[in-house]
């Protein structure tokens, strides 16, 4: 090959590939549009329900103390899980009071008790759908037991 094909060829090559680069990165015209990233290598995956779960107990009851009663861990576990959700999101999601044992909830945190009632509400939903599919199955007698996995007694 002579000179002037291979530097050609390197240009489109070299066009190609930033053309692919483009079209993968984000723009640059949007600077205050956040990264998207895929699901799959989100932070977010790394997260506990039970977390979201101590998160919202907390934002209602307005304090450690009261949120463990009700979901019957100790102030620890609801302050450790509440710690490994400010760790995985990389935001303060409470303010703990100063020689009170009152919380208050930052904004970051409103927007992900916000969501994690939802996904609690969304949780609860395909309980309620999977307790009722069971129901069915078995007034028709097609339950479990009956299924592709015969119940092992």
Same mark, same amino acid.
């Not at 303060?92 to 609690?120: M, Q, Y």
């Given at each position: 090959?002579?000179? #002037?094909?291979?530097? *050609?060829?390197?240009?489109?090559?070299?066009?190609?590939? #930033?053309?692919?680069?483009?079209?993968?990165?984000? @723009?640059?015209?949007?600077?205050?549009?956040?990264?998207?990233?895929?699901?799959?290598?989100?932070?977010?995956?790394?997260?506990?329900?039970?977390?979201?779960? +101590?998160?919202?107990?907390? +934002?209602?009851?307005?304090?450690?103390? *009261?949120? #463990?009663?009700?979901?019957?861990?100790?102030? &620890? @576990?609801? &302050?450790?899980?509440?710690? *490994?959700?400010?760790? +995985?999101?990389?935001?303060?999601?409470?303010?703990?009071?100063?020689?009170?044992?009152?919380? @208050?909830?930052?904004?970051?945190?409103?927007?992900?008790? =916000?969501?994690?009632?939802?996904?609690?509400?969304?949780?609860?939903? #395909?309980? =309620?759908?999977?307790?009722?599919? =069971?129901?069915?199955?078995?007034?028709?007698?097609?339950?479990?037991?009956?299924?592709?996995?015969? +119940? @092992? *007694?």
């Amino acid at each position: 090959m002579d000179d #002037a094909f291979r530097r *050609q060829w390197a240009v489109q090559l070299a066009k190609e590939r #930033a053309d692919q680069a483009r079209a993968w990165s984000p @723009t640059y015209d949007e600077p205050d549009e956040p990264e998207r990233r895929p699901l799959e290598r989100s932070r977010w995956l790394g997260l506990q329900v039970r977390s979201l779960l +101590a998160l919202v107990a907390v +934002a209602e009851e307005g304090s450690f103390v *009261q949120a #463990a009663r009700r979901l019957g861990y100790s102030r &620890s @576990t609801i &302050s450790h899980q509440i710690a *490994q959700l400010e760790s +995985a999101i990389g935001e303060s999601l409470v303010v703990r009071g100063s020689g009170s044992r009152s919380v @208050t909830v930052t904004p970051a945190g409103n927007v992900v008790v =916000a969501h994690g009632r939802a996904v609690l509400k969304v949780l609860e939903n #395909a309980e =309620a759908q999977l307790a009722e599919l =069971a129901r069915r199955e078995r007034s028709k007698g097609t339950g479990p037991s009956r299924g592709l996995f015969p +119940a @092992t *007694q």
